[in-house]
């Protein structure tokens, strides 16, 4: 009999974007049902989505406050929460969550700042729960090829790693349009210290360090405002060292005319080399030094089984976002369950990102801002 | 509140491969609950499969025939059934399900011969209910576009259509080996008169059908088998003839070594062009007389209202085969409700694939085979 | 020192595009130089021509039969001839240089009629002369690379071969506007049997020929005219069996909006297939059964040696359409040394296609016109 | 009749490599002649060359210094010298070559130290002389139609800019092996303060300058070298700010296995943006804000008169590295002329770049050096 778990959504009401997104990643795999949920920011706004996502009334909550006060009372409490608001609740609602006993699976960045991570992570660790960050471009089957081959140490010692996440739809002053997308992201108060450094260079840090293994040793980073009235930055350059003597290079823009969700990556290392991007996301281009280059692909021959576990469907019918987000779901209702029975966790929870990325986000969020103000 | 219906799958147990794919599909919009099945050729496989989809135990059957007789006495009979069994019962078991009054979705190619298709249509049109044939193809948000364009007459009057459906799996005896979706495929009892022209050629034809609007008039076709001892054609070449005075390619193959599942379009007319491939569904290159080419793609600018509504995530964030085949299911849900409630369907509804396409597909392989037998 | 020849062009005078290509593709190796010419179709033209190419007054004839005859009379007198007119002269002109003694270079197609051709090479093979017919494309690295793995069985036995040659510029009725290139190629008299056939389609059928040393037993051919009150098809569409079972397809348009010069091959055989197209000349993509594919390029690891000699500067710096046609001359030239000093010819020398490539060209049109006529 | 120069080539002797590309790419138009040279480091290789080039054994000389000399006194003097010796003699050559009364065509970077360029600037200008440095990459036409794109505003004020050029070739010790071409450039003494910096990266610096017309205002950059016993850097990243506010990311490594010549150059302005790369030329890609992008190719549609002019053949027939190379000693032939004659220079003479530029490449050299010298 299929274990399915239930779940308690935070934010993600009417209007929304990511939490409609993290409902089909879920759903995808049905082994989670979504049974509760505190929408939206008012009492009203959120019993509405609820009522369109078809939720029990008496589990539509006006807040998290009384979500979790109350599902926590129950018998069939949910088993894990999603938190899908704007960044500065995060660490607010994800704290009261694991106080109350809930798993947790959070949207990135995780926090902040990085004191808020250190406690959600000293939380998560005293209580014996999950924290997850859904650091979900590491769900792509490639991108976890592309770390199995760097782990197993197929390109050698890393040297140079490139990493950019490049989009251009805040090439113009959307946020005094009143698009709500925009509109928090470039607000400090919602967003934090960093624009398109939290929301999208964020993603890129993770990206490397999942692939290579690798933590940054030191940045030096130029943040840049191009639209002007804007608060936060919209490009920001980064160069990184790392411990081992690699040097990197990250790049992270929103005024890229002309770019979607550009996140690329590039490894050389010293015996071979790698290229993925998120929008090709089922290739994973290889080539070994005096060798051409090989294109390994979601489903063909040669993969780990990292590659194999997080596929759904045969080679050459595409795979995409969905489905990479999902992976990070599967693997996190794997570590729930794992926790709950005892048992060791699947090798697909392991491979999914906690609140320890999440800190390392945030520090890398402060990292940089700190340089750039010293330039 | 939600309006989510019930469905029941015939086929689709342990060891299948399109039935999960359906499964998925349906749930990615959560609009229709799997409830009943028969899910396997024998009574225990299928019961035991049941139980891991989490079937309630007394809407498990171990026969359609079981199932249509127990749950059309049901006052919660399911709306739908889904047909995901091998071509040869394709036809016996729509047509009970139609006879008891359920809507049918079924798997292409339809039938194994025209008359069977016809009956069903016929019975479909008495019975006034939807007999939906999952072309998945025409539901990918740019397929949606070609089409759309076409119809508007930016390319002009179509003049030359290039299709081709090009897989490289059964290069290899991989029948002998025991794999079973091989197996079937190539055996003309499961499989009907063509081996990768009914498998595969029939997708290329409806995409044609589907984007240009155009039927074809006659065809010159050339079957072939390449690896021995196989029964049916791994191989077909097609040259097709419209009424509109338009010539077509069509080529279908299931022995190109190196290929995934590429299902590539083109179309020229006599202002412009457009080219699009299944394995990279985002986007749609278009060209026009003495103007650069110009590339479209999903949840980009210059989008018509069917690829706006076929898409689920912004631009950038790659969408898939899952969706696509979603969008099939979302239109048969929706032309459901409209039937159940009386309304119009919507646009989502128009847009699917009905067995008068499968009638069209069924013909096309038969006449092939004809024109390939007088060779 | 440096054995430079010297050599005559017929045609390719003011206006012409051809006899330039030819000029460049020469001189990039400077191997042998321009002194005399019959450059236009009258002697005025001629004149005017060779001035503006710096030729020697005395050598600047007004008919190729002048020509001919005065340079058949000097010590000096040039070692071959490379004759770029329109198709309908290719015949008595190539026909005189040879009866005079002129190793010739020829323009394809190389005939109107497969008698033409046949005459041709055997008067060459009397003489002891070089016919060479310029099948460019078979001068590209890449496309020996291609040759020289099948020929070597990496392959396996062939069994589908996909050729295309896709243009778009005769989309519209540019001949009535008086363009020079469009109107002699609609136009029988100049043209011979075939429009887009023989202009191009030749090359797609030398191509096929070429890397899979594989001839033509049957075709059966669609002619099509898209564009009223043409008078040569400007649209082809063949099916091909070839003598050990392999099938193939070859188009051949010039209605297809948006394409360039998309000359295309693809093979697939029993244990691999490969890709190549000339307008991204530099790569050639191969897949071996069970394994990923692999791009190899020029100047790349695990090349043969004709795409090494082929090649003239380091992968990565592309080279094109100029330095293939130079191969096919560098070639010429060795075969015309080696038949003056009479040592055995160089690799080079043996890549090129002679006459009797021309011959099986023309044959070529003459079935498709013949299988379509039939139609 | 046809103005054709004659000219002498300083080094590029048995076993160069660019010396025989500056050979081919003149020889390409047809435009001048060599016609002596000082081809190798010693008089007895020197005339082993000329020999082997076919050159009048009085005009090979055993130096660049006799070659002056002795070129100066003639009557027919050469008209230009072509300079593709290592770079540490490239300043005492143009040097000597200037005060003959020589035209300069000379390999880049420029010199060692920009003192040195500055003096060859200031002696081609007060000798009235044309001293142009091969910054070949501006010779493609597509990189000048994205240069006039920028300069006619098409794409708003330029805020970002990412210049890469990325190879693999030095990722081993290759120097060790006695390969020639590794040697002299990880040699300070040959190469000066930059290796990869020096050699590729002022490519980049160049390639940035010409299509965007910015120059560099500061920048922070850090070399490294990866490959163990190596003098000089074999990886450089900089962040670049422009004097009008925007960013800049320039990175040149030759550690990159799997990439052969990677030069590539993104743009993004207020209004637009566009890619090219040096490895696919023939393509320019546009994105307008809130438009598909275009792609835009030579011979194509919609291309400025500067891209028409540098384009030989037809569209869809590659033009590769020669070609581009060609176009800068088309335009140096016409400076030269126009100097010469006394007349308007002609626009392919107005696009080369000069020793202004070759200066300018030295000071980024030494600003880098600078500012990786004080991480």
């Known amino acids: 009999m299929k274990d399915r778990l239930s779940y308690a959504m935070i934010g993600g009401g009417i209007g929304a974007f990511i939490g409609e997104v993290h409902r089909r990643a879920i759903s995808l795999d049905d082994r989670a049902e979504l049974v509760a949920g505190a929408l939206s920011s008012t009492p009203e706004r959120s019993r509405q989505s609820a009522a369109e996502l078809g939720l029990d009334p008496d589990r539509s909550y006006g807040s998290y406050e009384e979500l979790f006060e109350r599902e926590s009372k129950r018998d069939d409490r949910v088993s894990f929460v999603s938190v899908v608001t704007p960044n500065d609740s995060h660490y607010p609602i994800a704290k009261m969550a694991l106080e109350h006993g809930f798993h947790v699976v959070l949207d990135k960045p995780a926090t902040h700042t990085s004191a808020q991570a250190e406690e959600l992570a000293r939380l998560a660790e005293t209580k ?26 197929m390109l050698g010692r890393v040297r140079k790693v490139y990493a950019e996440y490049h989009q251009g739809w805040l090439a113009k002053d959307l ?23 939290g929301d999208i260079g964020t993603h890129a840090e993770n990206l490397i360090a999942f692939v ?19 608060a936060l930055d919209d490009d920001v350059s980064v160069l990184v060292r790392f411990p081992n003597g690699a040097r990197g290079v990250l790049t992270a823009s929103q005024i890229c005319i002309g770019e979607g969700n550009g996140l690329k990556l590039r490894v050389h290392g010293e015996r071979g080399s790698l290229w993925w991007a998120q929008e090709t996301p089922e290739e994973l281009r290889v080539a070994m030094m005096d060798e051409n280059p090989v294109v390994y692909s979601r489903g063909g021959p040669g993969l780990c089984d990292d590659a194999t576990i997080s596929s759904r469907i045969p080679q050459g019918h595409p795979e995409g976002y969905l489905e990479a987000f999902g992976n990070i779901y599967k693997g996190a209702i794997d570590a729930i369950i794992a926790k709950r029975d005892g048992g060791e966790p699947s090798r697909m929870a392991q491979l999914i990102p906690t609140i320890d990325d999440g800190l390392r986000g945030v520090r890398f969020v402060e990292q940089c801002v700190a340089s750039s103000s010293g330039l």
């Open 128 to 153: 014996g729960l999950l924290c997850c960050v859904t650091y979900n471009y590491t769900g792509y089957p490639m991108a976890r090829q592309a770390r199995w081959m760097v782990e197993a140490g």
């Open 175 to 197: 946020e005094s349009s009143g698009q709500k997308q925009a509109a928090w992201r470039v607000d400090p108060k919602c967003a934090g210290l960093g624009g398109a450094l």
């Open 212 to 230: 290579t293994g690798l933590e940054f040793e030191s940045v030096h980073a130029e943040l840049h405002t191009f639209v002007s009235g804007r």
